[in-house]
């Protein structure tokens, strides 16, 4: 689960040709980061999803 966004592996269906239904789960794309933290300077290492760290990419090219 993403630290940040709350984000986790939902579930759903595997669907064959024959449209025969299995159930499946769907994970999010977390990965083990180490973020600075700008308040304290000090580096903290989180479990973020991609999409939070294009979001954070983002945010330090604006500022």
């Known amino acids: 689960m993403c630290s940040m966004t709350g ?3 939902s579930t759903g269906n595997n669907r064959s040709h024959s449209k025969r239904a299995t159930r499946r789960t769907y994970r999010a794309n977390i990965q083990k ?8 300077g000090k580096y903290v290492t989180m479990k973020v999803s991609t999409a939070y760290l294009r979001t954070l990419a983002k945010q330090l090219q604006a500022a």
């Open 7 to 9: 984000k986790k592996g």
């Open 33 to 40: 980061k180490r973020i600075l933290d700008r308040k304290t």
